[in-house]
Nanobody, 121 residues
C-alpha cells in the first residue's frame, strides 16, 4: 500500500515557475514508477510525465516537453515536478500516481488527492 500527498501548488503568473512535490509512504515506494497527471475543469485527466522506479527513464507529454522536469528521491520517498515557463493552459489540478511506467492513468494503482495550480495571464 502506498499513500501519496502532493504539495506545492498555487497561483503564479504566466512565465513563472512552480515545483510540486509528492510525498509517499510505505516500504515499497521505490518499487513503483511515478506519474504526474492533471485535470482542468470540464476536461479529462491527462498525462503530464512519468519517471521509472530508478529514475533512469522519463517521459513527458508533448505539451510540457522542455518546460517541465520530473525527478525523484527514493530515500525521501518523494517525486518532484519542476514546472517552468508556465502558461495559462497549464492551469489544472495536478495529481501524482504510483504504478507501472506508462502514460495511461489505468496503469497506476495509487493516487494522491491533487494540488491546484493556477497560472494567470
Amino acid at each position: 500500500q502506498v499513500q501519496l500527498v502532493e504539495s506545492g501548488g498555487g497561483l503564479v503568473q504566466a512565465g513563472g515557475s512552480l515545483r510540486l512535490s509528492c510525498l509517499g509512504s510505505g516500504r515499497t515506494f521505490s518499487n513503483y514508477a511515478m506519474g504526474w497527471f492533471r485535470q482542468a475543469p470540464g476536461k479529462e485527466r491527462e498525462f503530464v510525465g512519468s519517471i521509472s522506479w530508478s529514475g533512469g527513464r522519463r517521459s513527458y507529454a508533448n505539451s510540457v516537453q522542455g518546460r517541465f522536469a520530473i525527478s525523484r528521491d527514493n530515500a525521501k520517498k518523494t517525486v518532484y515536478l519542476q514546472m517552468n515557463s508556465l502558461k495559462p493552459e497549464d492551469t489544472a489540478v495536478y495529481y501524482c500516481a504510483a504504478g507501472d511506467y506508462s502514460s495511461l492513468p489505468k496503469s497506476y494503482d495509487y493516487w494522491g488527492q491533487g494540488t491546484q495550480v493556477t497560472v494567470s495571464s
